[in-house]
């Protein structure tokens, strides 16, 4: 096996371990894993509004020309690409009601777009080439990072901009599944092992990490309290120890992230 399957072998059986127990989905009241398309428009209309580029708007912009074509794998409403100003922006989507938040924005902002709905690396016969690919957030939802990479890099004429959380991002809630289950979370996959996969596959990989605000599926919101419980397995009888963990041990505010592009 040579070093790029390799190290794709390995992440995949890093990102398995973070399967929650059957038993715990099982006895679950409401299915753990679940998806709201609002914090993501939300995510969108804030980095559009953002005043200050943050790193990986930084480097996507070094290598977007005047008239330079942006792919944002991934688009959800737009976050990663939108406050760029390209051209032209294809965003690559499997759901619709985010396709459609992405839409309207690039229309309200005079960004000519176009809207592929799929997931990658299966659409990518379906999208033009462009000058610059991004992919914000995804990483630690592909098994198959390797395929997933080199079908990005295919598209990208001048540069692709990842960027991902320093750790599992669903990492912050170690200790609540340790205290409520006694539930060890896994330390690993790491940015490091990401970049180790992108490495043996022959890319030039620059990175940096910094720090941004927790932007959190929706843990932050109102209803946070239930939304964590949900992600708990957690049914209503056991929502004061939650509480009482959120007091003592409050989530982060903010995280490390890391910029990667070759």
């Known amino acids: 096996m040579d070093d790029a399957a390799e190290a794709n072998r390995r992440w995949q059986q890093m990102l398995a371990a973070w399967a929650i127990p059957e038993e715990l989905v099982a006895r679950a009241p409401e299915p753990p894993y679940f998806f709201d398309p609002a914090v993501f428009i939300a ?44 051209a032209h922006v294809t965003g690559v989507d499997p759901n619709t009601t985010l396709l459609e938040a992405f839409a309207a924005r690039a229309a309200n902002l005079g960004v000519a777009h176009t809207e592929v709905e799929g997931t990658w690396p299966d659409s990518a016969p379906r999208v033009p080439d462009a000058d610059v690919v991004v992919c914000h957030h995804l990483v630690y939802n592909v098994p198959d990072l390797a395929s997933f990479a080199s079908a990005l890099a295919s598209r990208a004429r001048r540069r692709v901009v990842l960027e991902l959380t320093a750790v599992h991002p669903m990492a912050w809630l170690a200790p ?4 409520l289950h006694g539930l060890a979370q896994p330390a690993t996959p790491t940015a490091e092992d990401a ?8 890319f030039a990989v620059r990175e940096q990490r910094w720090q941004r605000a927790v932007e959190m599926i929706g843990e932050l919101s109102d209803d946070h309290v239930a939304r964590i419980a949900r992600r708990l397995c957690l049914d209503s009888s056991r929502v004061p120890e939650l509480r009482h963990l959120l007091a003592t041990t409050p989530p982060p505010t903010a995280r490390d992230v890391v910029t990667m592009w070759w």
Request: a negative charge.
């Open 195 to 202: 970049a180790a996969v992108l490495v043996a596959l022959g």
């Open 43 to 86: 995510a969108a209309d804030d980095a559009v509004a953002r005043v200050e580029d943050t790193v990986s708007d930084a480097v996507a912009r070094e290598a977007l020309q005047p008239e330079g074509t942006v792919l944002d794998v991934g688009v959800g409403a737009g976050a990663a690409s939108l406050r760029l100003r390209p």
């Open 176 to 179: 609540y599944w340790m205290a």
